[in-house]
């Protein structure tokens, strides 16, 4: 009988110490509410520049839970090599799940004033005209990437003018507007 209630003891001994473990390895209060704070950095970003203080609170909370669902052990996350960039994936990848390429949200990803800039849209349209080429554009996303994961990967590769993205953009800017973009190379050269 000694040994059997040794044995119980032993082993509700392990069974509190595992909790006590389990406990401490999962994000508190403290380190969820840094991680929100730190992913305010983003709110720079353009599609998130555009929304609410309401649906960034949203998109941060579902940002925060799968980094937490991904990385149970708040410490080692923290400490892992290149978690700034695990957490750029994930913000990214977040943005992308939320986004259908549809005329309303592609706005937010690619507003008309960075078009401007870049040279892909003339200045002063009216809102039939955004909306006319906002259309042509999610239509052309739709037709050229087949699934979120090809849009994504997109997304992270337009850095130049010839990127595929930018392509889509100028098609649809020359066909509602015959706007064409003129791309000039200057060579420089020493003497």
């Given at each position: 009988?000694?040994?059997?209630?040794?044995?119980?003891?032993?082993?509700?001994?392990?069974?509190?110490?595992?909790?006590?473990?389990?406990?401490q390895?999962?994000?508190?209060?403290?380190?969820?509410k840094?991680?929100?704070?730190?992913?305010?950095?983003?709110?720079?970003?353009v599609?998130?520049?555009?929304?609410?203080?309401?649906?960034?609170?949203?998109?941060?909370?579902?940002?925060?839970?799968d980094?937490?669902?991904?990385?149970?052990?708040?410490?080692?996350?923290?400490?892992?090599?290149g978690?700034?960039?695990?957490v750029?994936v994930?913000?990214v990848?977040?943005?992308?799940?939320?986004l259908?390429?549809d005329?309303?949200?592609?706005?937010?990803?690619?507003?008309?004033?960075?078009l401007?800039?870049?040279?892909?849209?003339?200045?002063?349209?009216?809102?039939?005209?955004?909306?006319?080429?906002?259309?042509?554009?999610?239509?052309?996303?739709?037709?050229?990437?087949?699934?979120?994961?090809?849009?994504f990967?997109?997304?992270?590769?337009?850095?130049?003018?010839?990127?595929?993205?930018?392509?889509?953009?100028?098609?649809?800017?020359?066909?509602?507007?015959?706007?064409?973009?003129?791309e000039?190379?200057?060579?420089?050269?020493t003497?």
């Amino acid at each position: 009988m000694k040994k059997i209630l040794l044995s119980f003891s032993l082993l509700a001994f392990f069974a509190i110490g595992f909790m006590s473990c389990s406990q401490q390895r999962e994000w508190n209060r403290e380190q969820r509410k840094a991680m929100r704070e730190a992913l305010r950095d983003y709110r720079k970003m353009v599609y998130l520049n555009d929304l609410t203080d309401a649906e960034f609170q949203l998109f941060a909370d579902e940002v925060a839970t799968d980094l937490e669902t991904s990385f149970p052990v708040y410490t080692t996350f923290i400490a892992m090599p290149g978690v700034n960039d695990t957490v750029d994936v994930v913000v990214v990848e977040t943005i992308v799940e939320e986004l259908d390429a549809d005329a309303h949200n592609m706005r937010h990803i690619y507003p008309y004033n960075y078009l401007v800039s870049q040279g892909v849209l003339p200045a002063g349209l009216d809102h039939s005209q955004l909306r006319a080429f906002y259309t042509c554009f999610a239509g052309k996303v739709n037709a050229t990437f087949n699934s979120m994961g090809q849009f994504f990967n997109a997304i992270l590769a337009d850095t130049t003018n010839n990127s595929q993205i930018r392509q889509l953009e100028s098609q649809c800017a020359a066909d509602l507007f015959n706007w064409t973009v003129t791309e000039i190379d200057i060579i420089e050269t020493t003497k």
